[in-house]
């Protein structure tokens, strides 16, 4: 399973972004996907993630009513809606599959596929 994330770059406060994540592999609609983000000196934190048979979504407390996660089982993407974007957002976004739940997932925890990262930037 390979993840190749886009659509970063520079924004100002209170403006959107997309992210898309293309994941190639097989069983797409079998895997949780999901995004995190880092920033440095700080461990890698989860952001969203949204399942694979009933599209089930949830989201970091931090982000609820600004992002909304969607899939898209025909075309093998994953794709992250963040609206009304603060400074604190920024930050290298990855997404990630897992065949297992992803909310509660580090860097470590085992069967997690990432992506490369797209960094994310926010000014005030």
């Known amino acids: 399973v390979q993840l190749q994330a886009s659509g970063g770059g520079l924004v100002q406060a209170g403006a959107s972004m997309r992210l898309s994540c293309v994941v190639s592999?097989?069983?797409?609609?079998?895997?949780?996907l999901g995004w995190f983000r880092q920033v440095p000196g700080k461990e890698r934190e989860f952001v969203a993630a949204?399942?694979?048979?009933?599209?089930?979504?949830n989201y970091a407390d931090f982000v609820k009513g600004r992002f909304t996660i969607s899939r898209d089982n025909t075309k093998n993407t994953v794709t992250l809606q963040m609206d009304s974007l603060k400074p604190e957002d920024t930050a290298v976004y990855y997404c990630?599959?897992?065949?297992?739940?992803?909310?509660?997932?580090?860097?470590?925890?085992?069967?997690?596929?990432w992506g490369q990262g797209t960094e994310v930037t926010v000014s005030s």
């Open positions: 990630a599959a897992r065949r297992g739940s992803l909310v509660a997932a580090r860097i470590t925890t085992p069967g997690i596929y």
């Open positions: 592999g097989r069983s797409f609609s079998t895997y949780v």
């Open positions: 949204i399942g694979g048979t009933y599209d089930i979504r």
